[in-house]
């Protein structure tokens, strides 16, 4: 079973989570006086060495919320990625789908696909790999 489906079967709700991701993604109108989005579609969290463990934790969270589509972990230490997407049927998978330096990441969730390289542009792992 995988790290983030074990966390789903812990039983806890999004209600008691205090974190916020990284970035969250809502296709509903903006409402300036927000200061959280209510109904996000994708949520994305970058993973660090010092956070990778706490934010994995905080996934199951972001799985609860009805709205959320699509779960995006970005790597800060290379070029990859992990993907989460809810089945058509609600349910979510038993693994993440990884995405590798070369691969073109798709977001069904936002109709949106750019290739993972060109999210590193501008940063050292950019420069390491090559990429810019």
């Known amino acids: 079973m995988s790290w983030w489906r074990r966390a789903l079967f812990r ?4 209600e008691d989570n205090p974190q916020i991701p990284d970035v969250a993604v ?3 109108t903006d409402d300036q006086g927000l200061r959280a989005l209510t109904e996000p579609t994708l949520v994305v969290e970058i993973l660090s060495t010092t956070n990778r463990a706490g934010t994995r934790e905080n996934v199951w ?6 709205t959320v589509r699509e779960i995006l972990l970005i790597r800060s230490t290379r070029l990859a990625a992990e993907l989460i997407r809810r089945e ?8 993440s ?3 590798g330096a070369e691969a073109v ?3 069904e969730s936002l109709d949106f696909s750019y ?3 060109a999210v590193y542009e ?3 792992l950019a420069r390491v790999t090559g990429g810019g």
């Open 11 to 14: 039983g806890w709700r999004s």
């Open 26 to 28: 809502s296709c509903e």
């Open 61 to 66: 969270a972001y799985a609860t919320i009805p």
């Open 88 to 95: 058509a049927d609600g349910t979510w998978p038993a693994n």
């Open 97 to 99: 789908r990884p995405v």
């Open 105 to 107: 990441l798709v977001l």
């Open 115 to 117: 290739p993972l390289s």
């Open 122 to 124: 501008g940063t050292h």
